[in-house]
Structure formats: structure tokens, C-alpha cells
């Protein structure tokens, strides 16, 4: 299992270059930022957001006939198993 990178930055290189700082998030790093060699903060990737069963089941329309049997998990896993792709969705989703 490889670790993010560890980036070490002065408060006044996170401030003058905020982008920056946030670029090296996007790509899997995390950034503490620093004053006078004390860590201030840490800045890294948010968790992706996910739904909970009972939302995704609220989204189902009403005439849906899916059903949580005793072969759902089964399906939920030959399904993962199918798409391992990651999902990259459009920053306004």
C-alpha cells in the first residue's frame, strides 16, 4: 500500500501560492504547512462523497422492483467487480 506524498511548506508559501498548494492536494499529496518548523495546519484531500443504502433506494423510482434479497450483497460485489474504473464526475455534480 503506497502513502501520499508529504509536502512541508512555510505559511508564507501556502499563502503567496495557494494553487499550487491545492494542485499538489488534487494529485495525492498532503501539505503541512509550517511556522517556524511547527506545523500550523494540514491540508489534504477531502473523502469522496457517498450515499447511503437508504438514499440510493429513495432514488429508485416508484414503480422500481428492486428489492434487498439475500443475494444483494453478492450483486453489490460482482457489480464492484465489473467496474473498477475509477469514477472521475464533472466538478459540478
Known amino acids: 500500500m503506497s ?5 512541508h511548506i ?5 499563502a503567496s501560492d495557494f ?22 495546519a494540514v491540508v489534504h484531500a477531502a473523502p469522496p462523497p457517498r450515499r447511503t443504502i437508504s438514499e440510493c433506494i429513495a432514488l429508485l423510482p416508484e414503480d422500481s422492483t428492486a428489492t434487498i434479497d439475500s443475494d444483494f ?6 457489480a ?13 455534480d
Open 19 to 40: 494553487a499550487s498548494l491545492l494542485a499538489r492536494v488534487r494529485a495525492g499529496a498532503e501539505v503541512v504547512i509550517e511556522r517556524d518548523s511547527q506545523p500550523v
Open 73 to 78: 450483497a453478492q450483486d453489490v460485489v460482482a
Open 80 to 92: 464492484i467487480k465489473t467496474h473498477r474504473d475509477p469514477l472521475n464526475p464533472p466538478a459540478w
Open 10 to 14: 512555510s505559511e508564507a508559501e501556502a
Open 3 to 7: 502513502m501520499a506524498p508529504v509536502i
